[in-house]
């Protein structure tokens, strides 16, 4: 990731985690935040000035990229999460690596355009269809990681292990290409990528459906010699517990808890169907929730327990996982207003609370530390929201949190710095032209079975 020469912005209002200022002068060098000056009325001169409200970079801690190009088109007539499932397995069997990357590259364009500075991709179209691997049999990871790069922002690679398509039972036909059909080859693919500037290595366990029990250690200890995040779907349908009570005996958050997978560098996705003793495993590890509300309302899967699970010591993060929308303000928002929903109270969570969720809890997921924050010696990974939009103008700057949480959208992010480098620029990506083309056409290109466009450099 390019950085650049020490430099000066200025906000005119900066979230700082605890309470908005005015006047906050950001000197950054090498990608860092060296100094932050409080106090400063004007802009210094030469400073890039920030005018709205900066906050933190966001990170997306649950994503799968290609889920993109089902929007609107899982919306006609009604369903389950099971048959919404076959429309994805039918746009997952037409990706290649080159439309991956286009797609991807536009996707992640869209993200930080909604001010998103880092991604936890949720791997596992590994293969070709039918399983047989690429010529290099990590060409479908590398394309996302080039495609962060060429979009300006962070990734954090969650290499997917996936083998089953039900306890016991082999892949099917649209899931041998998610199928390393063993976790050892799995390790041994996962271990050839690697590391850059803006692409950290992750592990992830599709679910205790897709990774036979036998197999979860060894996806654990591969996460935990590396000191790397593990990622794992969990409890997110009632079928699912149901199945695995039928095949274990127990649910999935106790198998997951016997095989050493639960702890501090975990992060279950969903959380949404359990047990007060599934709670209390969470909890009492530290393992994290990573909430999905957008994507949880839209696939009708139930609201988790979130605030019983950050009562039981589980940190939260925020995703956008299918794209229904790509908006970490209402993910933090929905969190909240669901909350609400079930409990008929209000303020289960304060607006920084929301943010913290939406930024530092969420890169510390994705194994991102020093991010989240503004503060000497953090990532400069900023965004900035204005507050002269229909949905934001009359607030108090001094409420700016309480603003962005439950008024703003994406659509009020008008500057997106990432390692100190202007990526959106009032409101217009600096990388990607056009972003709304660039999503067409990719989106296009795999519905329609047309050429990927040709790779930028």
């Not at 990731?1 to 985690?17: F, I």
């Not at 990526?423 to 047309?450: K, Y």
């Amino acid at each position: 990731m390019q950085v650049t020469a020490t430099h000066t912005y200025w906000l005119e209002h900066a979230w700082l985690g605890t309470h908005v200022e005015p006047g906050v002068a950001v000197e950054v060098a090498d990608g860092r935040v060296t100094a932050v000056r409080r106090d400063t009325p004007a802009p210094p001169p030469g400073a890039a000035i920030l005018r709205g409200l900066t906050l933190p970079g966001l990170a997306n801690a649950h994503s799968h990229a290609f889920h993109r190009a089902l929007r609107s088109t899982v919306q006609v007539g009604s369903g389950t999460f099971w048959t919404w499932r076959e429309i994805m397995y039918a746009t997952a069997d037409r990706l290649t690596p080159d439309t991956y990357h286009d797609l991807a590259r536009a996707v992640y364009a869209e993200m930080a355009l909604a001010g998103v500075t880092a991604v936890g991709e949720f791997h596992y179209v590994h293969h070709a269809p039918g399983g047989t691997p690429y010529a290099d049999p990590n060409a479908m990871g590398e394309a996302l990681i080039a495609a962060a790069a060429e979009a300006g922002i962070r990734i954090t690679l969650l290499d997917a292990a996936y083998f089953s398509s039900g306890f016991g039972e082999p892949p099917g036909a649209h899931q041998l290409r998610f199928s390393d059909g063993h976790a050892d080859a799995w390790a041994e693919r996962c271990s050839v990528l690697k590391e850059r500037d803006h692409a950290r290595i992750g592990a992830a366990i599709h679910s205790v459906r897709a990774v036979p029990a036998g197999q979860l250690a060894t996806v654990a200890r591969w996460a935990q010699q590396r000191n790397a995040p593990l990622h794992v779907h969990l409890s997110e349908q009632p079928a699912e517990n149901d199945a695995c009570r039928a095949a274990h005996g127990c649910t999935p958050t106790r198998l997951l808890a016997d095989h050493g997978v639960l702890g501090r560098r975990t992060t279950g996705v969903h959380n949404t169907h359990l047990t007060d003793e599934d709670i209390a495993l969470i909890g009492g590890s530290s393992t994290g929730t990573c909430m999905c509300p957008t994507t949880e309302r839209d696939l009708a899967d139930g609201i988790g327990p979130a605030a019983a699970l950050q009562a039981a010591g589980s940190p939260l993060s925020l995703g956008s996982d299918s794209h229904a929308v790509i908006d970490l303000l209402e993910e933090a928002r929905a969190m909240e207003l669901d909350e609400r929903l079930r409990t008929r109270t209000r303020g289960h969570w304060t607006a920084a609370a929301l943010l913290r969720a939406a930024s530092a809890d969420g890169h510390a997921a994705l194994g991102w530390d020093g991010a989240g924050r503004i503060e000497p010696g953090a990532l400069a990974d900023f965004t900035t929201i204005a507050l002269d939009s229909v949905r934001t103008a009359g607030a108090l700057p001094r409420l700016g949190a309480e603003t962005a949480v439950f008024a703003a959208t994406a659509a009020d992010v008008r500057h997106t710095v990432v390692a100190g480098r202007h990526i959106v620029r009032d409101g217009a990506h600096t990388l990607v032209p056009d972003v709304p083309q660039a999503l067409a056409r990719a989106v296009a290109a795999l519905r329609e079975g047309t050429p990927p466009s040709p790779r930028t450099p």
